[in-house]
């Protein structure tokens, strides 16, 4: 992998932004495709300005460690309403959510 190069271009293809921002490709396509990074097509590629990147960067909350307790939650409601369907007991879930957090905790 190469190093981000001292002189940064202006306009930047994917790849480009990819290393810029120590992304993967993917991540960056996957940005791009819901309209969460500023881009532009140009012919069949995308473009990326260097400074409408810096902005989106300080503007965007997407290096802030997200909120597991909530993603879990989230989780374990989407679990029930299916469980609900499997008769699968909620305090089954909760345990494997908890086992979950309890992981989380002990991986950080």
């Known amino acids: 992998m190469q190093e981000v190069s001292a002189m940064v271009k202006a306009i930047m293809n ?4 990819a290393r810029y921002l120590g992304f993967s490709v993917k991540k960056i396509y996957r940005l791009v495709e819901t309209n969460k ?3 532009s097509k140009v ?5 990326f300005l260097k400074d409408a990147v810096d902005r989106w960067l300080k503007d965007s909350d997407i290096l802030i460690r997200p909120d ?5 939650d ?17 305090e089954d879930i909760a345990r494997e959510i908890n086992q979950a ?8």
């Open 14 to 17: 994917v790849e480009d932004v």
């Open 37 to 39: 990074i500023p881009a």
């Open 43 to 47: 012919g069949r590629q995308y473009r």
């Open 68 to 72: 597991w307790s909530k993603r879990l």
């Open 74 to 90: 989230t989780v374990l409601d989407r679990m029930r309403a299916k469980a609900s369907r499997k008769n699968i007991g909620d």
């Open 101 to 108: 957090r309890s992981q989380r905790r002990a991986d950080a």
